[in-house]
């Protein structure tokens, strides 16, 4: 991401301080993820310290201070869920992709995250993928779904 780019983000948020969550949510949205270039450049334009934004963006589970995958997958291991087998689904996620919760394979494929709940209890075990919910997950039925994703 280049400063142009990052400064017409900054722009249409007329450069105001105030703005700066919804600056980052912008680049991430831009990016998947928040390079330190862009954070340098944002902390420069906005006059905010560096700490200050670096604090924001560790704070909140919406920011990634490293790359994401194309796709990204939410396993739900709220209680609903856990108690239907969320963990067993969690663990063929893990094999299949060959990743751990927060982070991303090295094709920038898939990148894997729990969540505490997904809103959808009733269809627990959930994963969700790109925003889209699988429910009633086993096992079987995990590679299916993520050759879909291919």
């Keep these: 991401m280049d ?14 301080p105030s703005a700066l969550i919804q600056i ?17 450049r944002v902390s420069e334009r906005l006059e905010v ?17 490293v790359p994401k995958g194309r796709h990204e997958i939410h396993i739900c291991v ?3 869920c856990h108690v239907r087998g969320a963990e067993r689904v969690l663990d063929s996620v893990e094999d299949l992709t060959g990743i751990q919760p927060g982070e991303t394979d090295l094709d920038l494929k898939f990148s894997l995250e729990t969540v505490n709940c997904l809103g959808c209890c009733a269809l627990g ?9 699988h429910g ?7 590679a ?3 050759e879909t994703y291919a």
């Excluded at 310290?49 to 201070?65: D, G």
């Excluded at 075990?125 to 919910?133: H, L, Q, S, W």
């Excluded at 009633?136 to 995990?142: G, N």
């Design 3 to 16: 400063n142009d780019s990052i400064d017409q983000i900054i722009d249409t948020h007329r450069a105001e």
């Design 24 to 40: 980052l949510l912008d680049i991430q949205a831009e990016r998947r993820w928040l390079p330190r270039e862009a954070l340098e």
């Design 49 to 65: 310290p560096m700490t200050r934004i670096m604090h924001i963006a560790t704070f909140y589970k919406a920011f990634s201070l």
């Design 78 to 80: 709220g209680t609903a």
């Design 125 to 133: 075990p959930v994963m969700e993928i790109d925003g889209k919910p």
């Design 136 to 142: 009633k997950m086993a096992p079987a039925k995990i």
């Design 144 to 146: 299916d779904v993520l």
